[in-house]
Structures are given as structure tokens and as C-alpha cells.
């Protein structure tokens, strides 16, 4: 079969490389002048620091055929997110964990008298928390809300964590232990030399064609016999019932000598410091020496047609309106809808992969059986 991709970034790679491994003819095509999505990694040409260009993204997963498809195609190197937060004129240590209480409340607690502690100062009478606040207030109370998650989350989402589902915040550890890893999934770790070679190794295929600064026409998929959209849902119907929200995001990018916070994370909790956090690239490859180094303040705000979209969000409105997108979706023929845009779901890279694989299996199965292909191998809802 001839089969178009629409995105050249790990949705796009993935299915269009085991599509092509099983005989199809593959084109893919993207906006862009790279590959890659927002995973597109380069080197700055100042420093020759590797530079996640939309912002750093790190490769954790419990998911073992994930972890040894992407060493397939390069090496990953150790590395662990050590996050730190600037709050209230100190330095802490994220996710919560007993050195941040300690720190914060002054005291050398146990981790038993730590958890017991915490426990005391949780607000007992929110039994089933609806909201962020409500969460945040049962689980850690709130000295630590006010300290960690309140005036991050109002930047992030630009709006009151008591909007928020609290669904958003169970995704937050509190560790009675000093554990300070970020994740605790199994297998964590950086690509050597970024994540666009990986994405080009995945590419490389007789079969695969790749026509970057392309956009997508619907005229362009009558010359196929299958499509997949990893665009935005709502684009592919020429967002004729509304644009779905998102949060996008701003990067204020300058470079330094030496050593300028001595993490690759610092964000910052404090409402009246502007951006949530500065990261620091050379830090996301500790096996590499540079003497300069470059920087990224991150803003978040609202997405316009002009952004680039990061994070759904998935708030009552626009999940009405998603439902009546995923209607329009499972009507139409010959396409199948991938990835974190063409579901509208925030997706971690292990998950976009793990899915990616899945529902390029899937598709080979329908073509066995004769039967269709859905529009979801996942449904966004």
C-alpha cells in the first residue's frame, strides 16, 4: 500500500518504519524544516552544547520493548532528572521528599515522623479532593501548597488551581525518603547525541520518503490509501467547530561561561517571578565538557493559531468540543489519528512509542483481515 504520514516526530517515525519493514511504501511529510517534532535536538553553535529546542525532554519508561526499540537505533546514556525549585528565597529539592520537608520546616524528622507529620498538617476533612487545590491541601497542606504548587501551577495553566482536576497533581509524589530522582521508572536515560539522529536512524528505510517543509493538503491524501495525522485533531477538520485549547510555550534562550545554576532544573514557585523555570542544557548531557553553556526561561501562556501547541488542556469546554471532533474523526475514511495532537492528550515519549507501535501492528492486522482501520487506535476520551 502507499501510505502517508502527516508529522516526521516519533508518532510518524515509528509506525512509518515498521510500516515500511512490513513491504508499504511510506511517505511522510512535515511543516517543518526538521524531523524530529518537538523532541528536535541540535547543537548551539556558540557553545556546541546539545539543545533540546522545545524544551528538554527525558526518556523514562517501566516499558522494556519501548526501552530496547529506541537502543536500537542509539546509545542512551545514565541520566536521572534531579529537579530543584527556587521558593521563598531558598533552594529545594522536587519531587517533596523528606530533605525538602526538613529543610522547610527546620527539623530532622524520620520518615516515619515525617509521613505522620505530613499527615497531621493535610486537611482531613476534604475526602474525595475534585480540584488541585483540594489535592494539594488534603496530601501535603498548606505551607508546602503555597510553598511548591500554587503560584508554578497559576503560571503553567494560567489559571486557579482551584479550576484544575486534581487528577493533574496525583501525577506528584511525596516521598518520605531522600530520593530526589524525579521518576522512579525503571529505565531512565538521554540519547548520546540527541534525540533527532535517533528519530533519523528510525527514518532510514528504502521504503521511507521524507518531505520536510511540507503542509499537509487534504488533495495530498486522495494520492494514498491510508493516512496518519499526528497534527493537531482540530486542524485536520480545518478547525471548523472551534479550536481545541492549549497552553504554549515561551523560551528566552541566553548563554553564559561556566556554570550557571549547577542543575539542568530550577524552577521557580514564587507567582511574581514570571516564568516557571530555567533549564540548563548541558546538564541534560552530563558526559559531555563545555565551557559555555546555554539557558532557557520558559513562560507559559495561551496557545494562538500562530503557536506551537504543548499542552492540552482539557478542560470541560474543550472536552465537549473534543467529543464532537472524535465524532467528525470516526466518520471519516482512510485515516487514523496518532500522537499527542491527533488525540489531543498529553503523552510522555515512552507512551507516544509504546502506542505509536501498537497501532502500526494494528493497522497490519485490518490489512490482513481486509477489515477497516478505526480512527483511534486510542480513544482521546
Not at 493535610?122 to 483540594?134: A, Y
Not at 529505565?187 to 520536510?212: R, S
Request: proline residues 5%; negative net charge; contains cysteine.
Amino acid at each position: 500500500m502507499n501510505i502517508l504520514l502527516v508529522g516526521a516526530g516519533l508518532s510518524g517515525a515509528v509506525i512509518g518504519r515498521r510500516l515500511a519493514e512490513a513491504g508499504h511504501d511510506i511517505t511522510i511529510v512535515d511543516g517543518r524544516d526538521h524531523i524530529g517534532g518537538n523532541c528536535h535536538t541540535e547543537r548551539d553553535a556558540e557553545t556546541d552544547v546539545m539543545v533540546h529546542v522545545y524544551g528538554p525532554h527525558i526518556f523514562h519508561t517501566d516499558d522494556e520493548e519501548v526501552w530496547t526499540y529506541v537502543n536500537e537505533f542509539t546509545t542512551f546514556m545514565p541520566y536521572k532528572n534531579r529537579v530543584k525549585t527556587t521558593s521563598q528565597g531558598q533552594v529545594f529539592s522536587l519531587p517533596i521528599n523528606l530533605h525538602t520537608i526538613n529543610q522547610y520546616y527546620g527539623k530532622t524528622m524520620r520518615p516515619d515522623e515525617a509521613r505522620e507529620f505530613i499527615a497531621s498538617i493535610g486537611d482531613s476533612s476534604i475526602e474525595e479532593p475534585e480540584t488541585f487545590e483540594e489535592q494539594a491541601l488534603k496530601f501535603v497542606g498548606p505551607d508546602l501548597y503555597e510553598a511548591f504548587f500554587k503560584g508554578y501551577t497559576e503560571k503553567q495553566w494560567g489559571c486557579s488551581p482551584t479550576e484544575l482536576p486534581a487528577s493533574i497533581l496525583k501525577r506528584l509524589p511525596v516521598r518520605f525518603n531522600y530520593d530526589d530522582n524525579y521518576f522512579f521508572h525503571k529505565f531512565q536515560g538521554m540519547p548520546e547525541n540527541g534525540y533527532t539522529p535517533m528519530i533519523e536512524a528510525i527514518l532510514k528505510h528504502d521504503k521511507i520518503t521524507v518531505k520536510l517543509n511540507t503542509w499537509y493538503t487534504p488533495e495530498m491524501g486522495e494520492g494514498f490509501d491510508h493516512v496518519f495525522w499526528s497534527g493537531p485533531l482540530d486542524g485536520f477538520f480545518d478547525y471548523k467547530l472551534g479550536r481545541l485549547g492549549y497552553r504554549t510555550l515561551d523560551f528566552e534562550k541566553f548563554t553564559e561561561r561556566g556554570d550557571y545554576q549547577g542543575c539542568a532544573v530550577m524552577n521557580y514557585g514564587d507567582r511574581d517571578v514570571p516564568f516557571t523555570r530555567i533549564t540548563e542544557h548541558k546538564h541534560f548531557s552530563p558526559w559531555e565538557e563545555h565551557e559555555g553553556t546555554v539557558c532557557y526561561r520558559e513562560f507559559s501562556r495561551s496557545c494562538t493559531p500562530d503557536d506551537i501547541p504543548y499542552y492540552p488542556i482539557r478542560m470541560v469546554d474543550e472536552k465537549a468540543m473534543l467529543a464532537d471532533y472524535v465524532a467528525l474523526a470516526e466518520e471519516s475514511e482512510g485515516v487514523t489519528f496518532v500522537g499527542r495532537l491527533g488525540t489531543y492528550r498529553y503523552l510522555d515519549m515512552d507512551v507516544t512509542i509504546r502506542e505509536a507501535m501498537d497501532t502500526a501492528t494494528m493497522f497490519l492486522e485490518h490489512q490482513e483481515k481486509g477489515s477497516k482501520m478505526p480512527a483511534f487506535a486510542v480513544s482521546p476520551q
